[in-house]
């Protein structure tokens, strides 16, 4: 939940709550207030409350209203916003129709961007309010929420930056562009003197508190983006500060509203909830004028976009939902008391239209939480559930925290490594081939670090010893975590894969090392060496043999090149299933790997030690006292789909 204060003056105050709940038959008056007291409140209120009940003299005791909201109501984080969804609600007015201004025979305002502004903030949107008529509690209702906006949606200004500018003060067409620093001379908003964009930042970074904040966003970029006009003046750098030439006042007839963004989904919704939110005061109440915003590949857009998303929902759906049985002509009255203009249509369905306001409404749940609001949490009838589930651990996890300390009684210090990493330390530093069906990738990776889902864990194991090499040696590291491989028989394309790595770092390989982990993880497992393995069999072992005369596992040396281990001092490890079990599968699996790792697999990560490792997927192991297979976290494949014999 967001909280919102309004901070307001008695006029304001008077305005906002006139608004609302005159049109809810509230008492008049001083009973206005009595009524509103358990919304009050004040800074100094609040602080007594926080320090115990201690006064603080420069406190304010402004009333102040706290209203809880949900944090994706963007459209009641302002008094009209509020004020307008109670009287929807009460059916006090009908839901506004928002509507773009018909400009055919007109030619619209126009922000062209240039290509350059792709380095710093690629998109800008824009529009028009015309014949505004703003006094002090609507205007101080205006600048409220661009900072909330600003807070919230535009993630302190890091993604949505909001200016606007008193029309009347500039000269259209405008360009939105991005220039040097030097570049970029103007009189910064509440300053009276010029600023370099240079100089500007150093001054705010020194003296002012609020801003500073903004200031890292573009500060170490070589172009700063800027708001012109047809004149050249500066309307604003954004997301830092508007140009003092072109500031609203009450006097301010036509507001042009500029959006500035890193991706422009929520600069459409932080432009549409600007305009419709008070769109309501210009000289055509509802309508907002389009600026025609020419982007850097020449194309051209109409914006706001102001139509509404049409979705139809299944009548079962949203009862089972709710847990109510309610008709499809109920729900369409009950949706319409939250701004959604709805009607039943054939098939039990209802047919809803999202306006712009309603920005949260993205998939068929919310319509079914707007109908369960408008019908009441209260009136839902309590009921028993049809089912009773006892919840528990998963299997696997058990088994993996039992693993855990096995793990770390042997030496080993367990570590936790980002599941995304680059394409080149999944592949290229280990030796192994990209065939692209193996890993799963980031379409649009933030940096170079995480581009892929990791297919194994053995890279980070070794980035996190090129890290700590400076320590005493030996280091002995594992992890047992979830690496990520394609699948396409999943619903997703994907699955999880739980595996154990463990690393030796030492003056020497420590192969044997490792290779004692793997015979005492076998052995906490109930697993046996099994007979005929290369090598001798541990005599601890025989009595496990007796019973599985077929089953257990084993490891053959391997001799291959294009791997992250030394040809010839590797082996891979299998699992072998009884003849006697009920597994869909019969036979020897691959399981694992250990060995030596290849110096060139250490150059990369800048280890200068000889390490030896061994990787080894878990969930084969994962059976009851019975040894009958547990459901993992996935279905298990076929090379994986097999449980220890019985």
Known sequence: MLLVENTVKRNLRVYALTMVWNSMMWPKGDQLAQHMHHLQTSEQEMLRKEHGGQENKDASDEILYKIDIPANRYDMLCLEGIARALNIFNRTIEVPQYKVANMTGKQPLQLTIKPETALVRPFAVAAVLRGINFDRARYSSFIDLQDKLHANLCRQRSLVAIGTHDLATLKAPFMYEALPP?????????QTKSFNAKELMQYYLDNDPKLKKFVPIIHDSVVYPVILDANRTVCSMPPIINGAHSAINLNTKDVF????ATDLTKAQIVLNTVCTMFCEYCSTPFEVEPVE????FGHRKLYPDLSSREMVVPEDLINKGIGVQLETAHMADLLSRMQLQAEAVPGSQVRVLVPPTRSDVLHACDVMEDVAIAYGYNNVGLSVPATVTVGKELPLNQLVELLRVECAMCGFTEILTWALCSRSENFEYLRRQDDGNTAVSIGNPATAEFEV?????LQGALKTLGANKDLALPIKLFELSDVVLLAPDKEVGSKNQRQLVAVHCSKDSGFEVIHGLLNRVMEILGIPLRQGNVGQEDPNNRKLAKLYPDGGYCWRSSDETHDAYFSGRQ??????ASSSSSSSRQGEVRIGKFGVIHPG???KFDIPFPVSAIELNIEPFCYDQFYQ??????AMTDDMDMQTPQ
Do not use: M
């Open 182 to 190: 030097e570049k970029i001379n103007f009189v910064p908003l509440k």
């Open 257 to 260: 509203i500029e959006i500035t």
């Open 293 to 296: 915003v020419i982007d850097s």
């Open 453 to 457: 889902c990791r297919t194994s864990l």
């Open 571 to 576: 082996a891979d490890i299998y699992l072998q």
């Open 601 to 603: 697999v250490l150059s």
């Open 629 to 634: 297979a547990f459901p993992t976290h996935l």
